[in-house]
């Protein structure tokens, strides 16, 4: 794969973790949405993320000799932002960590901002390991090959 079809891949995955966290809501309760920053414990998840994603544009745009040790690093912070992420998932019904005061008394059900947040995730997990085979292909390809 080419170094823009990389690039291309964890910028899309970084805006739809950006998108995920500011814009999509994670859970429903009848005609209130809930946002992420509602839930207890989204601070873990946005900082997971923000690690993850630091990462990945560290794979993604530099050649080190450590390239293995930069993927293991994506790929600890991606499990650990996909169980974050699940974990908030799951917890969408638990209305008095949610509210303050008067609990709405509808049923609720679960937002599309966990399942953007993992696909993000995974798109950004997948371009980090596509260019570090990549990475790995041009540091044992010959220099005076033709191509």
């Known amino acids: 794969m080419t170094r ?3 690039l291309s891949a964890a910028f899309v995955g970084a805006a ?6 500011v814009a999509i809501p994670w859970a429903h309760y009848g005609d209130i949405t809930v946002p992420l920053t509602r839930f207890p414990g989204w601070g873990g998840y946005v900082g997971s993320v923000v690690a993850l994603h630091a990462c990945v544009a560290w794979a993604v745009l530099t050649r080190t000799a450590r390239q293995a ?3 293991a690093a994506v790929a600890v912070l991606s499990l650990v932002a996909v169980g974050s992420a699940i974990l908030l998932t799951l917890t969408y019904d638990d209305a008095s960590a949610l509210f303050s005061g008067a609990v709405p008394a509808v049923v609720p059900r679960p937002g599309l901002g966990g399942i953007v947040a993992v696909l993000a995730i995974l798109i950004s997990a997948g371009a980090a390991a596509v260019s570090g ?3 790995r292909a041009m540091a044992v390809a010959p220099t005076n090959a033709r191509p």
């Open 4 to 6: 823009s079809v990389t």
């Open 16 to 21: 739809g973790s950006l998108v995920s966290i």
């Open 69 to 71: 040790l930069t993927l």
């Open 133 to 135: 085979a990549g990475h």
